[in-house]
């Protein structure tokens, strides 16, 4: 309990004050009105967000980023908790502090777990749901205590209001503790019937879903009021269509190697060489536990590469993997302990102390801290403060679509603007949720058009006569769309959202889309945070990936103007935020060898292969600008 305090007292200091990246925005505005996320829903943190919104600190987002600080608090402490329990015994308990306690540092030091416990997200909800299981099931093993197996199988139950990785982290908890107690006392069919009756029982959060649809929440995905529907919703069905077919090849390379990287900056050095020991140096009290905690790495490794690589990107996934490994690796550090505690007893402190700070420094610094200010507001806000009053905007990623709708209908700021996702046209409760109040004839006729997003897309620029339909373009699939036939001539990352583009007239003539690209180029001098003085390294991961890609999109939409002078500035502030960002490098190497500054070129070509050597289009920019090289006689190297 003194731990959790600890944990908790840290946790309410560096809780982010304002709505985070990512999902942080829309998870945050479905807990305030009770409503239904995207899949699989997470009704658990949907009422322990809405409970905390109650609670007489601060404003709401305070309140529910609070929740997520005091949920990891207990995650850590209990996880601290679960090695100590499976270390201590034929040891002293010296060895077991020391070991627990290089895991907990290494833990802290976590960037997702620093994330994921400063703003709203499910993914603290998880890391506790499978800490208090595993913990119950080690109590389980060692004690033949049943009572903690069906705490165990309760955790279980409940998880399945969470997310489809605390199902695995808690299902392989629940089989530990009966296999591990078997054979031992048994209460037979009774023991059961209990475990069956307490899964049941936790699985009940998920009533919540239906319960809400039939309500019709302000925030609302779809309506889960048949059974179908739910189960579809449950399984996440619209996630896993949506990358059908991805895992393989380079695409799976890719993801391996971005997963790597993710769980190393995560763990660092010392996990990453101890954890996989675990089997050979872990105490052989604790062999059903690491048996657990290495299926818990596998299944969430298979999750993440072939199930949900797009959490790979948003670095939403892998942080089971991170601290599973983490608790290997401080079992394989109590062994190690262990031997030298009997030959060399008196060193058993200076090493123990040694090790922490080794889990400590020896991690990447691939990732600066999540921010604990004010930026993804101010960002969003600067984004939508030029849309004109009643405004639509069909936004695509996930931070505008979050932020914008936790601004417009839980604070209160521009509510007359109707935010929609606009993968989400084709979806009728979606339309009438975000559409119907503010603009139902807009609605009828979207819905009307046709079933695909394409013919809704086009009805939308249609019909959108009286007030501005703002886009939030997308990659070059969805410019045509955007900007008629024309688009931008410069190359775009897959991944790349240019800012807001009002479109008139139908969208068929690019020279009638208006683009807010000023406001985005100033956002940080409008919010005080000068860009010319301002680091990549001084802001969060997600918040200089989000704001590469607007700078990028004003480039590219200011070049297609042929304002290249002012391209090249949106274009080098992409890259002043994020250095190793390859869309940026590869237009600013375009730009240049239009200039007939080829050598320049050439260098920012190359940057941008070593900053994503899978980038087939910086692959093909560098190619091409080395064989105008030879052809001129500049000397490019072939």
């Not at 070593?610 to 072939?638: F, H, I």
Request: glycine share 10%; proline share 5%; hydrophobic share 50%.
């Amino acid at each position: 309990m003194g731990l959790f305090g600890l944990l908790s007292v840290l946790g309410a200091l560096v809780a982010a004050p304002g709505v985070g990246l990512r999902d942080a925005g829309e998870l945050a505005s479905a807990a305030f009105f009770l409503g239904i996320p995207h899949p699989t829903g997470f009704p658990l943190t949907m009422i322990v967000g809405r409970a905390m919104c109650l609670l007489p600190i601060g404003d709401a987002i305070l309140r529910m980023n609070l929740a997520s600080s005091l949920v990891m608090a207990g995650a850590l402490a209990l996880l601290f908790r679960l090695v100590i329990e499976c270390t201590v015994r034929g040891r002293t308990m010296r060895t077991s502090l020391w070991s627990g306690a290089a895991a907990l540092c290494a833990m802290l030091l976590s960037p997702s777990v620093a994330w994921f416990g400063t703003s709203v997200e499910v993914y603290a909800y998880v890391a506790l749901l499978v800490a208090v299981a595993m913990n119950a099931a080690q109590v389980a093993i060692r004690d033949s205590d049943h009572r903690f197996t069906l705490l165990a199988m309760f955790c279980a139950g409940l998880s399945m209001g969470t997310h489809v990785s605390a199902v695995a982290g808690c299902g392989a908890a629940a089989v530990a503790a009966i296999a591990g107690a078997s054979g031992r006392r048994s209460h037979g069919a009774g023991l059961g019937a209990a475990c069956a009756g307490l899964v049941l029982a936790g699985s009940l959060v998920i009533a919540y879903l239906p319960l809400r649809s039939m309500a019709h929440p302000l925030v609302m995905w779809d309506d889960l009021s048949s059974p179908g529907a739910l189960f579809d919703h449950l399984s996440g069905a619209r996630i896993r269509e949506a990358f059908t077919g991805r895992a393989g090849g380079v695409a799976l390379a890719h993801d391996l190697m971005s997963l790597g990287r993710i769980i190393g900056s995560d763990t660092g050095a010392l996990v990453f060489v101890l954890g996989p020991c675990a089997p050979f140096l872990a105490p052989r009290s604790s062999r059903v536990m690491v048996a657990s905690l290495v299926s818990l790495i596998v299944i969430d490794t298979v999750y993440c590469l072939f199930v949900n690589p797009m959490g790979i990107v948003d670095r939403q996934v892998g942080i089971l993997t991170a601290l599973s490994l983490t608790c290997l690796a401080g079992m394989s550090l109590a062994g190690l302990l262990g031997l030298l505690e009997r030959s060399a007893p008196r060193m058993l402190g200076a090493s123990g102390a040694t090790l922490v700070m080794i889990a400590a420094l020896a991690r990447p610094s691939l990732d600066p801290a999540p921010p604990c200010d004010r930026i993804p507001e101010l960002w969003a806000k600067a984004t939508i403060e030029g849309v004109t009053p009643r405004a639509v905007v069909l936004c695509t990623s996930d931070d505008l679509c979050g932020l914008s709708l936790f601004m417009g209908r839980v604070e209160g700021r521009r509510p007359d603007v109707s935010i929609v996702p606009r993968q989400h046209l084709w979806n009728d409760v979606s339309v009438t949720q975000n559409l119907g109040r503010a603009h139902p004839a807009l609605a009828k006729e979207i819905m009307a058009a046709g079933t695909t997003q394409s013919l809704r897309l086009h009805s939308a620029a249609r019909e959108a006569r009286v007030f501005g339909l703002f886009w939030e373009v997308g990659d070059g699939a969805e410019l045509v769309t955007a900007f008629g036939r024309g688009r931008p001539p410069l190359v775009q990352g897959a991944t790349a959202h240019p800012p807001l583009a009002l479109v008139a007239g139908g969208g068929t003539d690019p020279k009638t889309a208006r683009v807010h690209a000023r406001t985005i180029l100033h956002w940080m001098i409008l919010s005080g945070h000068d860009p010319a003085r301002t680091s990549g390294t001084d802001l969060h991961f997600a918040t200089q990936r989000t704001l590469a890609r607007d700078l990028l999109g004003a480039g590219l939409i200011l070049a297609n103007d042929g304002l290249e002078e002012q391209a090249l500035e949106a274009f080098w502030l992409a890259v002043a935020v994020k250095r190793d960002y390859a869309p940026a490098l590869t237009n600013l190497a375009i730009l240049e060898a239009s200039a007939g500054n080829l050598d320049r070129a050439i260098a920012l070509a190359r940057e941008a292969v070593k900053a994503d050597p899978l980038r087939e289009k910086s692959a093909r920019t560098l190619a091409r600008l080395l064989e105008q090289a030879g052809l001129s006689g500049t000397g490019g190297d072939p």
